[in-house]
């Protein structure tokens, strides 16, 4: 059912930013996601969209760059005249220790990861303060709070993002802007599919359901902070981790689940 609300998805035509866009198109929003440079994923992804909602489109540009925000955000608005909900998805990832991370990938990183996400909230606020309705919902990580060797540049972007997220959330709700974020743990995708294959068993010992995330349960939970059932959850970094972060040696539950299955030949 079409509700005229307007979401723009950032990263929103690959992976868990194209699960994310389409779960919002089929809960009635008009979305436009926002791709930088692969126009063959964003043609794919407009057709999956006009699908489900005619009125979606995607949209190219560089969110870490103002001059194209505020492009982007304009275009969306469009002839609703109204921007409802901003998911702050584009993200990058990748491993470099102290003495292999250049100064340029360390601009980039956090200008991608953490500062789209400033200017992309703050390019939507005249519509939300307007309309005094608004859902920004930020992608963080288990790594930033985590400590992962080799994960500097990444985790200190996401943990920007937290203190963002807080922050903002105290600051909008006058304006009825609800801020929260949403904290995958290992997630089958593009980008983290090389770190899967090289530690992915190890990895999953320590997951607590004993396997890595999918797209389309982020997208459910992004789907939810962006309901009006959600209207009274603001500040909030929510982990869909697996249980990553509950317990310590999980893998060991599983292993005694599959030694009480396993028939004992003197009973």
Same mark, same amino acid.
């Given at each position: 059912?079409?509700?005229?609300?307007?979401?723009?998805?950032?990263?929103?035509?690959?992976?868990?930013?194209?699960?994310?866009?389409?779960?919002?198109?089929?809960?009635?929003?008009?979305?436009?996601?926002?791709?930088?440079?692969?126009?063959?994923?964003?043609?794919?992804?407009?057709?999956?969209?006009?699908?489900?909602?005619?009125?979606?489109?995607?949209?190219?540009?560089?969110?870490?760059? !103002?001059?194209?925000?505020?492009?982007?955000?304009?275009?969306?608005?469009?002839?609703?005249?109204?921007?409802?909900?901003?998911?702050?998805?584009?993200?990058?990832?990748?491993?470099?220790?102290?003495?292999?991370?250049?100064?340029?990938?360390?601009?980039?990183?956090?200008?991608?990861?953490?500062?789209?996400?400033?200017?992309?909230?703050?390019?939507?606020?005249?519509?939300?303060? !307007?309309?005094?309705?608004?859902?920004?919902?930020?992608?963080?990580?288990?790594?930033?709070?985590?400590?992962?060797?080799?994960?500097?540049?990444?985790?200190?972007?996401?943990?920007?993002?937290?203190?963002?997220? !807080?922050?903002?959330?105290?600051?909008?709700?006058?304006?009825?802007?609800?801020?929260?974020?949403?904290?995958?743990?290992?997630?089958?995708?593009?980008?983290?599919?090389?770190?899967?294959?090289?530690?992915?068993?190890?990895?999953? !010992?320590?997951?607590?359901?004993?396997?890595?995330?999918?797209?389309?349960?982020?997208?459910?939970?992004?789907?939810?902070?962006?309901?009006?059932?959600?209207?009274?959850?603001?500040?909030?970094?929510?982990?869909?981790?697996?249980?990553?972060?509950?317990?310590?040696?999980?893998?060991?539950?599983?292993?005694?689940?599959?030694?009480?299955?396993?028939?004992?030949?003197?009973?």
């Amino acid at each position: 059912m079409q509700t005229n609300k307007v979401a723009i998805v950032t990263g929103g035509t690959r992976g868990m930013g194209e699960s994310i866009s389409l779960d919002l198109a089929q809960s009635g929003h008009v979305v436009y996601a926002v791709y930088r440079s692969d126009a063959a994923s964003a043609a794919k992804t407009r057709e999956r969209l006009r699908e489900i909602s005619p009125a979606s489109d995607v949209i190219q540009g560089d969110v870490s760059v !103002k001059a194209d925000v505020d492009r982007i955000v304009t275009t969306a608005a469009g002839a609703l005249g109204r921007v409802d909900v901003l998911v702050n998805n584009a993200g990058i990832f990748d491993f470099y220790f102290i003495d292999e991370m250049t100064e340029e990938y360390l601009d980039h990183i956090f200008a991608v990861n953490f500062k789209s996400q400033f200017l992309m909230t703050q390019a939507c606020l005249p519509y939300m303060k !307007k309309q005094r309705f608004g859902r920004v919902i930020n992608a963080s990580s288990i790594s930033a709070t985590l400590a992962d060797v080799g994960l500097i540049g990444y985790g200190v972007s996401k943990a920007g993002v937290n203190m963002f997220t !807080k922050i903002a959330a105290a600051e909008l709700a006058p304006y009825q802007i609800t801020v929260n974020a949403y904290a995958p743990g290992i997630t089958h995708t593009d980008m983290t599919d090389a770190m899967i294959r090289e530690r992915g068993t190890e990895q999953a !010992k320590q997951i607590a359901l004993g396997r890595f995330g999918t797209c389309a349960e982020i997208a459910s939970l992004v789907s939810y902070l962006a309901s009006d059932a959600a209207g009274y959850i603001t500040g909030q970094i929510i982990g869909c981790d697996g249980g990553f972060f509950a317990v310590q040696n999980p893998y060991r539950a599983h292993e005694h689940a599959a030694e009480l299955a396993t028939p004992n030949p003197e009973a």
